[in-house]
């Protein structure tokens, strides 16, 4: 399989579990909630959600008073969401049918997932009312290098295949600004925020949690993960354990806010 092949079938993989991600994965809903307030949902809107996972942060939307749909492409995802009873749909951000339904849009970690980032881009502006609001955060340029950088490298001394870049996409400002305002979009803010971040659970947890499409992909038998997982936070220990035993990610955002022209 080609790097290119390779990259698109590890992205395909990218898969979640809901009750899994809100214990490992408990901090991207708490620090995005600044994203929400940038937002600023106004009580009787409709917002799109992109890439809502379980909807942490789409209940914090609805607490402001406005309604919700929320879209994620992970089957587990979803049935958590709808079982907590908000209106999610299972579909891929680029694929998204909706056409000017809503007054504002939001996304927080999600658009890095999304490698047809020209169609997302162009679906999200399509589902948007005239002069509506498109705010969030993603992953940005040089986001979590060291530990991507740990993993390859592992799994690269154990023989497994690994592509010759990362399946997710971290942008630049620039980069960023010119898919979407190819999309239409205008007055487009968009900056890259450094945020160092406490991983509770540790790296090891991290890594069987956030990159379980990656080792499925590498062919990584269920069996060695807990053992190539820890062997990647032994590895990294110098770089993102503190001393007082705590680990942080080397983590880096993109956030930022446009508007389709009324």
């Not at 309604?67 to 998204?96: K, P």
């Not at 160092?196 to 090891?204: I, M, W």
Request: a negative charge.
């Amino acid at each position: 399989m080609g790097g290119d092949a390779l990259s698109r079938a590890l992205a395909s993989t990218s898969k979640w579990d809901a009750g899994d991600y809100a214990r490992v994965g408990s901090f991207v809903a708490e620090l995005g909630a600044v994203v929400v307030d940038l937002l600023d949902p106004q009580p009787g809107e409709r917002i799109l959600d992109v890439g809502a996972g379980e909807g942490a942060l789409t209940k914090r939307i609805i607490a402001r008073g406005a309604t919700v749909v929320g879209v994620d492409n992970s089957e587990s995802m979803v049935a958590a969401a709808q079982a907590d009873g908000l209106e999610f749909r299972l579909m891929a951000a680029e694929d998204m049918p909706f056409d000017a339904e809503f007054d504002a849009a939001f996304s927080n970690a999600a658009l890095h997932w999304v490698l047809e980032k020209e169609r997302a881009a162009a679906a999200i502006h399509r589902s948007l009312k005239p002069g509506a609001r498109f705010v969030g955060e993603m992953g940005g340029e040089g986001n979590i290098a060291i530990l991507r950088g740990g993993i390859r490298a592992e799994l690269q001394e154990r023989g497994y295949l690994v592509p010759a870049n990362d399946p997710q996409w971290y942008a630049s400002p620039d980069e960023f600004r010119a898919i979407y305002s190819a999309a239409g979009f205008t007055d487009i803010e968009a900056q890259i925020i450094p945020r160092p971040t406490p991983l509770k659970e540790g790296v090891a947890a991290w890594v069987k949690t956030f990159r379980a499409g990656w080792l499925d992909a590498a062919h990584v038998h269920e069996a060695d993960r807990d053992q190539i997982a820890a062997a990647v936070e032994r590895r990294l220990e110098p770089q993102l354990r503190g001393a007082d035993g705590s680990w942080t990610a080397d983590y880096v955002r993109l956030r930022f806010k446009m508007r389709k022209p009324s």
